[in-house]
């Protein structure tokens, strides 16, 4: 009698035989998927066996079996070894990480420097499964410098930090993510997620937009409460405004097409909201709810997490103040927003349940 265990085994590979049609393809795609390691290969004949009464004449080893479980997960099925994924489970399915961080020149080095916070929220993350894996930060300095180098990530799971506010790589990855014209306006109503700046912003663009703008779509009311110095945060239409005490900060995620792997962009209004996401990651949370890349999409969902910081003075650092973040709390729970009749739409949904049929 089959094993619960090879019971998923076999259902998986009788279904994914029947998409790749030859066992000696299959054998090819799980290597590819697993870095080409030797120790990660299944050979035909043992994954046909596994479908057949004579499951029990395989013996997989360890490595064999977390890559057949890291392929089965990259191919719209349940983890064989995780009962629980997390969104850091998720990105950890590739073999490598790239951490885009903002480079800007600081007077005190006389050179280009990365924001404290946002190593922290490197540090954090490293200290994860994600460290046991291959690694690499880029420091990108202005959009130009993203476009020019993005296509040597591409096979890579890619964590941006930062905001749209701070991190030049944020705008071009959120263009990519929701199918937007690079090159013409867009409405606030129809983006699903943007900040409003503050006075210190002496740069805009499509998802940092001036108050005045806000005003005209939102209403006055719903903006009145803004002030100069603090930036805020709109999703869904609704309005997050940070203050002296308060962070809001955003988990942004979505599958790449191309390959399946991770990209997630880290956003806090400030400093101590973007570092803080790297705890939350740490710690499990959010859970993973993208499911895998269907090829007939043209627009694949996007998970969505917001989250309140409170913030309390810490110690002084060079004459400043520094904060600290005290406690976390959900405002947005983890969500999908899919496009919908030509919109993008927020949609409560978990793991299990079937996507919404593209229109």
Known sequence: MLTRLAS?????????????????RLEKEILAANGGRAACRIDRRSLEKLTTSEFDRVRLTLPQLVALDRFLVMNNFHSLLHNE?????????????????????SELLADQAVAGWDLRCVQKLLSTRL??????????????????????????????IGSQAANPGVVPVFVEMLHLDPDAPQSIDALPFLIVSADRDKETNVFLRRRSEAAEILGADA???LEGKHRALILDGEVFIGTDTEDYALIVAQRDARDGHIRVVLSGLRGPGTGYLGEILKSGEPPLLLPPVNRNQTHLPIQVTAYRL??????????????????????????LIEFVDGRWRFDVRGPDDPPVEEM
């Open 310 to 335: 409170k913030l309390e003075p810490g110690t002084r650092e060079r004459g400043r103040k520094r904060w600290r973040v005290a406690n976390a709390a959900l405002v947005r729970p983890p969500q």
């Open 85 to 105: 994924r997390g969104l850091i489970d998720g990105i950890a399915e590739s073999l490598e990480i790239v951490f885009v961080v903002a480079a800007r020149f």
């Open 223 to 225: 903006v009145a409460d």
């Open 8 to 24: 998923k085994i076999a259902a998986a590979l009788v279904k994914l035989y029947g998409e790749f049609g030859a066992w000696n």
């Open 131 to 160: 460290g046991r894996l291959q690694s690499r930060i880029f420091d990108v300095q202005d959009r130009a410098d993203w476009e020019e180098h993005r296509e040597e990530f591409s096979g890579s799971a890619q964590i941006f």
